[in-house]
């Protein structure tokens, strides 16, 4: 049986939707996939880690410069 040719080009209209949606839902994917590793990430690297140590370390002295000036001590 030999396919029409409208049902062939129905067919290949459906499989070109079909691969549209697929790239866009895996580009989707892909791209939420990219913006959770670099949040995963985030403060692991050299730098970040070496420059959230030193906010960390910055923010308890001013805490403790505070509350020092505060209570009188």
Do not use: C, H
Not at 15 to 29: E, F, N, P, S
Not at 39 to 67: C, F, M, W
């Amino acid at each position: 049986m030999a396919a029409s040719t409208e049902d062939r080009n129905k067919r290949l209209d459906a499989l070109g939707t079909a691969i549209q949606d697929w790239a866009k839902t895996r580009r989707d994917y892909l791209t939420k996939q990219v913006a959770f590793s670099k949040r995963l990430l985030k403060g692991r690297t050299g730098a970040e880690r070496l420059n959230q140590a030193t906010v960390d370390s910055a923010t308890s002295l001013v805490v403790d410069q505070i509350n020092s000036f505060l209570t009188g001590e």
